[in-house]
């Protein structure tokens, strides 16, 4: 006797089979989607699409940052495709990752033609990068990176990977005023430069009072501060390397170097999440 599928089973895959074209990054047989959004206006890119640009070409990336060695990727300069797509160098621009990694970058700093080049890396199918993950997650199928003037001068969280969606927005702070320090807080205060660390370091990964895109870790001020159950010794160990602190599985944090953040920035940062204490 064969066996039938259940109504509510075939509701399902047929609910599924509609959809899935249309979900972020989603395989379209070997084809992938990256969304790029502005003032309500929405296109949607495929893969194929982008490796057929005349402008996409093979780019070396000395010591690449997910890939931790040199590596060479098929892209296009980001500056080029967002420019024909009504984006401008104001404000930010929000890369929106699968696993819920959101880097806020500034949006002049992507656009402009000084400095630091970006580039829109795009994963062939059919010459798939190296496996990041046990899982064999890949950077893919779209990784920002920057052949970078100087060397080292992109911090670690402006190079997202496993892009779903590049929006352009205000910046942070403007969307998220629960974020900032108190404004009774003079200028001078070290939480303001602490702010502008946990901006360009933290945010992509953490909320603060439920302010931020980022789902990668908790958020640092509710319902407790990290300086109320760490020791400040304990705090600046696990920023520096979190291994020395503690380790679990599917642990993604990355450790913050003094090159990456300076002693005299994880003292203001360390000031800021003081601050936000009494900020919930």
């Keep these: 006797m064969p066996v039938t599928m259940p109504f509510a089973t075939k509701a399902f895959a047929l ?10 990054g989603v395989s ?5 989607i990256i969304k790029l959004k502005r003032d309500g206006q929405e296109w949607r890119l495929s893969s194929a699409h982008l490796l057929q640009r005349n402008d996409a070409t093979e780019i070396s990336v000395p010591a690449d940052v997910a890939y931790r060695r040199d590596m060479r990727f098929r892209a296009l300069p ?3 495709l967002l420019l024909e797509n009504g984006f401008v160098a104001q404000g930010t621009l929000n890369f929106l990752a699968l696993d819920g990694y959101a880097a806020p970058i500034d949006a002049a700093q992507v656009l402009n033609e000084a400095g630091a080049q970006a580039w829109l890396a795009v994963e062939d199918p059919a010459q798939p990068w190296p ?5 064999g ?5 779209f990784y920002l990176v920057w052949q970078q003037q100087p060397a080292g001068g992109v911090p670690q969280e402006h190079w997202p990977y496993q892009i779903a969606v590049i929006e352009q927005t205000l910046a942070p702070e403007q969307r998220y005023p629960m974020i900032l320090p108190s404004l009774t807080l003079p200028k001078h205060n070290p939480a303001w430069q602490g702010f502008a660390v946990f901006k360009e370091n933290c945010i992509a990964c953490h909320k603060i009072n ?19 159950y760490f020791t400040e010794p304990f705090l600046k160990k696990l920023i520096r390397n979190p291994a020395q602190v503690r380790s679990w599985p599917g642990a993604k ?4 170097d003094a090159e990456a953040i300076s002693d005299e920035e994880l003292e203001a ?6 601050a936000m204490r009494t900020q919930r």
């Design 131 to 135: 496996t990041l993950s046990p899982e």
């Design 253 to 256: 944090m990355p450790g913050f």
């Design 269 to 274: 940062l360390i000031a800021y999440l003081k």
């Design 78 to 80: 980001l500056r080029t």
């Design 28 to 32: 379209l047989g070997a084809d992938a």
């Design 137 to 141: 997650a890949t950077a893919g199928p």
């Design 15 to 24: 609910l599924l089979a509609v959809l899935l074209p249309f979900l972020p």
């Design 210 to 228: 439920g302010g931020g895109d980022g789902v990668l870790g908790p958020d640092l001020n509710v319902p407790h501060n990290p300086t109320e």
